[in-house]
């Protein structure tokens, strides 16, 4: 049995959908261990108490410096035994040692096909202003390994989503999670779990 830790700010609609999918059987062998958000009241840490998952808050603000919140998070993945970390609109910088300590076990959902839209500043609806800003036709969404580069680790899955005429950043955020975050987040988790993801530099094999 694999433990998660699912990382959350926001509304946790993708957290939904790992806690649904667990649900259904769709995801074997995986425990959601514990979900740790960066925002006190995130919709997400509801998500989670209404699953009876065990909940922590890591608010960066309140730690002295990055290197104090960095531990508290390590002692928290720690004593959870956590496995896998899953990035799901988490909003805070993970520190490297966290990346060191935890090579290819962490992983990220993007909303846009990496390498366009990403990198910093591009986050939450930002991305989707952007993507309608450059008059894209197609955007969509990327799960990927974290590494030291901002949205740059090797990537696992993506999915295309077409952008309609009249779409606002809103409109297009919501069809992006529909078509493809909540879709290709539990199947990356799902493969990781199986066993079946080989990372060799940037490319990610899946078996
Ligand atoms: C999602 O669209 C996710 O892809 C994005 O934040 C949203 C969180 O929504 N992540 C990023 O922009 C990371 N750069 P949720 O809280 O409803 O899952």
Redesign the pocket.
């Known amino acids: 049995m694999l433990n998660i830790a699912v990382l ?10 790992l806690l649904d999918c667990q649900a259904r059987g769709e995801i074997r062998g995986v425990k959601i261990a514990c979900v740790i958000s960066c925002r006190p009241y ?3 840490l509801t998500r989670a108490r209404g699953a009876g998952v065990p909940t922590e808050t890591l608010v960066r603000k309140s730690f002295p410096d990055a290197a104090a919140y960095e531990d508290a998070m390590l002692a928290v993945l720690e004593r959870y035994t956590v496995d896998l970390i899953v ?5 805070t910088i993970i520190g490297e040692g966290i990346i060191r300590r935890y090579e290819n076990k962490i992983i ?4 846009s096909l990496i390498p366009s839209f ?1 990198g910093a500043g ?3 609806l ?2 989707h202003e952007a993507a309608l800003e450059r008059g894209v036709k197609v955007t969509g ?1 990327t799960v990927h390994f974290v590494n030291e580069v901002c ?1 740059g680790g090797p990537i696992i899955l993506q999915k295309p989503v077409l952008v309609e005429d009249g779409d606002t950043p809103e409109t297009l ?1 919501r069809r ?2 529909e078509q493809a ?1 909540w879709e290709i987040l539990p199947k990356a988790v799902s493969l990781f779990c199986e066993g079946r993801l080989i990372v060799d530099g940037h490319h990610v094999k899946i078996l």
């Open positions: 959350v700010s926001g509304g946790g609609t993708n957290l939904q959908a995130s919709y997400a990035l799901a609109g988490f909003m990220n959902i993007h909303p990403c591009f986050y939450g930002h991305v969404a949205d955020q992006v999670m975050e």
